[in-house]
């Protein structure tokens, strides 16, 4: 009867997400507000189904281990360098000053306790990765000033997360001993960052080399959960939260050959659990509460919203950019971020702070999210005001060619097309599913990864959306097919350019939305008989007219593919 009651309630969380959340994506409402709204429908507060919260509260949690592990997963240290001014100077700056703004407001404004007060001003100093990435990418602003300034101020919020929520369990103890109990925590941060990265050096990478030679799809998944799952519980075992366990291991394979192929893998089992887990969030929204303390709740976000937009336009301005810029990225980052249901939901449950206040501070965070489409909007309308209009400037080649050239398949064929791209200054991505041949070009410097063209996760990860171009060069018929269908339903307007054995395989990748397809009997043809009718006399210009008709009847669909693109309006 107990295991019929708990398949209920998953059969209840799942029937709401599957038709609440596509509906309300359709009225432009995150995803994860639909989720939120999915478990208010079944919480105790509402008519209807009602959900048992603590039956399922121990699988959703594990949305957050795995959430942390995708963050850990996005960190490598190149990137970390190359956006340090931005990551460590304005994203620290604007973590530490709102933090304090917000929790000396909740300390001496709202009367709460210091650990409380602490948590609170931390929390709220955080912002909605996944809202504003999917603003970004849609407007394609990603690439703006604005938009690196945006993701480098969410990568270091991202980076502060993980000791927020490491203490928040010592921050609910004695708070007469608590710089003692956050110079322990951080003491076992240190041992186990040293402790996994051992692990992770020793035994972790050539583990995945081994399991990556199996080429066995199912155990490489397998070893991915093992991993999240075996760290978080190690650093559950210390003290410590499996959040921050999951953190760390992802840190261990961001700069590996596996991250995107890991990352695709994990991505559904994310997805699902972290959706499960906003929904029992939804469910313990108090909603008469909510109702009573309605006109508290409307000043507070615009409180937030206001004073987190004016503390990022001044750093900006302090920093050397212009008010423009400022309010932008200001209004861009002013809601408060997804966290927040995190650590106020565990806040509670720790009796760090009162159940009330938790609930009035998520209906708060809720409205900033909805909110946060029209504050964007108005930090681009103002960016805008008064500036004479301009017609946009043609890219210059340098831009033209800073977008890579993915390259599924780095066998001898795939080697040769990238070391012709790398002569001309183009820059390239290849994906393998050889392990040894990824180890050895990485070795060499080549930017190399291990995983499946053909999963559209992989090539999310690798950013498909940024590439210029795709040449494929799979040696097996099948996966070629379908590396080209998952390229082209990525990225409708990429030229794709496709290795084909024989004819027939040529018409099958044209038809699965290959720009040009290049078959090898053609071009082995095509040499044979140029070889041929020279050995016979013909005089070499009319042999190699010969030839370029024939490959223009091939070929010629990517030039005209080309030009219908440059002929579309922007």
């Not at 999917?134 to 407007?139: F, G, H, I």
């Not at 002013?334 to 509670?348: L, N, W, Y």
């Not at 690798?462 to 390229?487: D, H, Y």
Request: proline share 5%.
């Amino acid at each position: 009867m107990e295991t019929a009651g708990t398949l209920y309630d998953i059969l209840a969380l799942l029937g709401a997400a599957v038709v609440l959340v596509p509906l309300l994506q359709r009225l432009g409402i995150p995803s994860v507000l639909g989720y939120l709204a999915a478990g208010v429908v079944l919480g105790p507060y509402t008519p209807g189904l009602v959900v048992d919260v603590e039956a399922t509260r121990p699988l959703a949690e594990f949305g957050v281990v795995f959430l942390l592990f995708a963050i850990g997963l996005e960190l490598p240290l190149a990137r970390l360098r190359t956006m340090q001014r931005y990551i460590f100077g304005l994203g620290f700056l604007q973590v530490a000053l709102s933090a304090a703004l917000f929790g000396g407001l909740a300390y001496f404004g709202w009367g709460q306790g210091l650990p409380a007060a602490l948590v609170i001003g931390a929390t709220l100093a955080f912002s909605s990765t996944a809202t504003v990435l999917v603003l970004l990418v849609e407007r394609n602003e990603a690439v703006s000033q604005h938009g690196r300034m945006a993701i480098s101020v969410l990568i270091f919020q991202d980076l502060a997360v993980v000791p927020v929520l490491a203490l928040l369990p010592l921050l609910a103890g004695d708070s007469h001993h608590m710089a003692e109990a956050l110079g322990l925590a951080a003491a076992k941060a240190l041992l186990a960052i040293a402790a996994i990265w051992i692990i992770g050096r020793f035994v972790l990478r050539p583990a995945y080399g081994y399991l990556s030679a199996i080429r066995t799809p199912e155990v490489f998944t397998a070893a991915n959960l093992l991993l999240v799952l075996a760290v978080g519980w190690l650093t559950a075992e210390a003290g410590m939260s499996m959040a921050l366990g999951a953190f760390l291991a992802g840190l261990l394979l961001a700069d590996s050959s596996y991250r995107h192929q890991v990352e695709a893998d994990i991505e559904p089992f994310r997805g699902l659990l972290l959706g499960l887990f906003f929904m029992t969030v939804g469910m313990s929204i108090d909603l008469p509460l909510v109702a009573r303390t309605w006109p508290m709740i409307l000043g507070l976000t615009l409180l937030l919203l206001g004073l987190k937009t004016a503390v990022i336009a001044l750093l900006c301005r302090g920093l050397g950019y212009g008010w423009r810029q400022g309010l932008r990225v200001g209004l861009l980052l002013a809601q408060v971020g997804e966290f927040a249901f995190v650590v106020f939901g565990k806040a509670a449950s720790l009796h760090l702070i009162k159940a009330s206040d938790s609930q009035t501070l998520m209906a708060a965070v809720a409205l900033s999210m909805v909110l946060t489409p029209l504050t964007a909007a108005a930090g681009r309308r103002l960016s805008q005001w008064r500036q004479p209009i301009a017609e946009s400037p043609q890219p210059a080649k340098a831009d033209i060619v800073s977008a890579p050239v993915l390259i599924a398949g780095y066998g001898r064929v795939g080697q040769l097309v990238a070391r012709l791209l790398r002569d001309h200054h183009v820059p390239t991505l290849a994906l393998d599913l050889d392990s040894e041949r990824v180890a050895q070009a990485r070795e060499n410097g080549f930017p190399v990864y291990y995983g499946d063209a053909s999963h559209a996760g992989v090539l999310r990860s690798m950013g498909i959306e940024r590439a210029r171009a795709a040449v494929v060069t799979v040696n097996k018929p099948r996966s070629a097919e379908r590396t080209v269908g998952a390229l082209r339903r990525l990225a409708p307007g990429l030229p794709i350019i496709a290795r084909a054995s024989d004819l027939p395989q040529e018409h099958l990748l044209q038809g699965a939305g290959a720009s040009a397809v290049v078959p090898e009997t053609l071009e082995a043809s095509l040499q044979l008989a140029a070889l041929a009718l020279r050995a016979l006399g013909l005089p070499p210009a009319e042999i190699e007219r010969t030839i370029q008709q024939h490959r223009l009847a091939h070929y010629g669909m990517l030039e005209q593919s080309q030009s219908d693109s440059k002929q579309e309006p922007s």
